[in-house]
């Protein structure tokens, strides 16, 4: 690579809104016709018709993405991470502190391995990790959610005994 690999952001040009607009339309088309993702492989042509190579699924992804954030005005930044993180890297992928990620570590919530004195987390774990907690943050919120029927005396006994639960599995006991 010539180019050194480097965190990078784009922003919506003025100019080419309007091919932004298109490649979003036939992105979406695409994927509207095969419920969710191209139903026929996408392909990356250049000047010839001979010159062209099948766009991986992963890649049409990003693709789709970028597309679809440009065309909503916003900026996209592309940052190259490695597969394997350290406790830091982690932290800040999480939006959490580094002492955390090392709990995190040690109660087993996500696997790792030692490098030397130095713990290594890969990118795939933690990002299940991010996503299984995403799961239960959801399900948290829809359990604490009040219809218009509910008595209020009620909902607020099942908060305190929620609140209870969450105490005691955070100081590793129960009762």
Do not use: W
């Not at 026929?40 to 993405?65: A, M």
């Not at 933690?126 to 959801?138: E, I, K, S």
């Amino acid at each position: 690579m010539a180019e050194a690999l480097r965190q990078e952001t784009y922003l919506p040009g003025a100019d080419e809104g309007h091919q932004v607009a298109e490649v979003y339309d036939f992105l979406k088309a695409h994927e509207d016709a095969g419920r969710g993702r191209p139903d026929v492989p996408c392909f990356l042509s250049g000047n010839t018709p001979d010159d062209r190579v099948e766009l991986p699924v992963d890649l049409y992804r990003v693709l789709r993405q970028v597309a679809e954030a440009l065309q909503a005005g916003l900026a996209v930044s592309v940052a190259p991470v490695t597969k394997t993180l350290t406790t830091q890297q982690a932290a800040e992928l999480l939006g959490v502190s580094r002492p955390t990620v090392v709990r995190l570590l040690d109660d087993g919530e996500i696997p790792f391995e030692r490098v030397g004195s130095h713990r290594r987390v890969t990118l795939r774990d933690l990002l299940a990790y991010r996503d299984r907690r995403r799961v239960a943050q959801y399900a948290a919120l829809e359990a604490t959610a009040i219809d218009d029927d509910d008595d209020v005396n009620v909902v607020l006994d099942r908060l305190r005994t929620a609140r209870r639960e969450v105490s005691q599995r955070r100081r590793g006991g129960s009762r």
